[in-house]
């Protein structure tokens, strides 16, 4: 039971990157693309060859910042996290086929915008809705190509654009391919994160279990533990080591063991120290010590504290 509830733990941790402040995330990424595509549309209107709808531009870049700022309220009125991860990436959408719309259609500049939201849904959400919203932008680009066809041969507008050709139906082809194609890859991609972000949750959860039973192992047993580092400071002590040295952890732990345990427990610190600095170590050893005007004898065992390369990294004394 302990275990399938670690891994129903570990899975919720690994849904997404970050908590609450991915929408803040994602709304920050949303205004540099809405600002790519404001400065990329005053080129299309000025520099353009084709028929664009500037009206129409306007409003969808209208809409697209409209959306920033609605989903930036939600974000503050604390709206929950995935909903509002999915509303954005769904506006992105929405609003990037309507400025391919306006601007051209099959020969509109922006199609491959609708990369950044699929990657993105990719990322912060998962394969499924990397994949939806692939499949929602080539449904975009095709139909929109193919709108604009119908309408330009039941109306008979006078256009220089034949949406007809080989060439705008080639380039809608290939957007439309390039946009599932990369819904396919980043999708294959948001799976194999999430099952990373899955192993490193359990392996996260199995550490602070392990570490856990350490310490109650630790704290519970009879004889006294105290640890140092190289510069002598003490890292750890047990309630069993206060008790013998007649101590609290905050006249011990984060002090240097010559100072925290003074004259009166001189030959205790002078005998753990070589061990820190990578001297020999001490195995049933026997000193003595003043415990508040009472001398008393210890026997005690002091060890290398190693890093995982053998480097000698403090010391350890029972």
Known sequence: ???????????????????RDTNAKLLYWRLILAAFLSISS???????????????????????????????????????????????????????????????????????????????????????????????????????HFGLALGWLM????????????????????????????????????R?????????????LMAQKARCEVRNILDNIQSGLITINTRGVITRVNPSACQILRKTPEQLLKHNISVAMGDDMKELAETILPGAAGGDVVARGEIHVERQGERMPLGLNVNHVTAPNGRVIGAISI
Do not use: E
């Open 1 to 19: 039971m302990s275990d399938a509830n670690d891994g129903s733990r570990a899975q919720k941790t690994s849904a997404g990157p970050g908590g």
């Open 42 to 144: 005053l080129f299309v209107h000025f520099l353009g060859t084709w028929d664009v709808s500037l009206p129409g531009m306007l409003g969808s870049l209208g809409l697209y910042f409209t959306t920033v700022a609605v989903c930036w309220a939600a974000y503050m009125a604390r709206a929950p996290r995935d909903l509002l991860l999915i509303a954005q990436l769904a506006a992105d959408t929405v609003c990037i086929g309507l400025l391919v719309h306006f601007s051209g259609g099959p020969y509109s500049v922006f199609p491959l915008a609708f990369l950044v939201p699929i990657m993105l849904a990719a990322y912060y959400l998962d394969a499924r809705w990397s994949m939806t919203l692939a499949g929602t932008a080539a449904i975009l680009v095709g139909g929109g």
């Open 155 to 190: 109306t008979g507008t006078d256009t220089t654009l034949d949406y007809l050709q080989g060439w705008p139906v080639f380039v809608t082809a290939l957007h439309m391919s390039i946009i599932l194609v990369t819904g396919l890859i980043s999708g294959g991609q948001a």
């Open 192 to 204: 194999r994160l999430a099952a990373r972000r899955r192993d490193q949750a359990r392996t996260h």
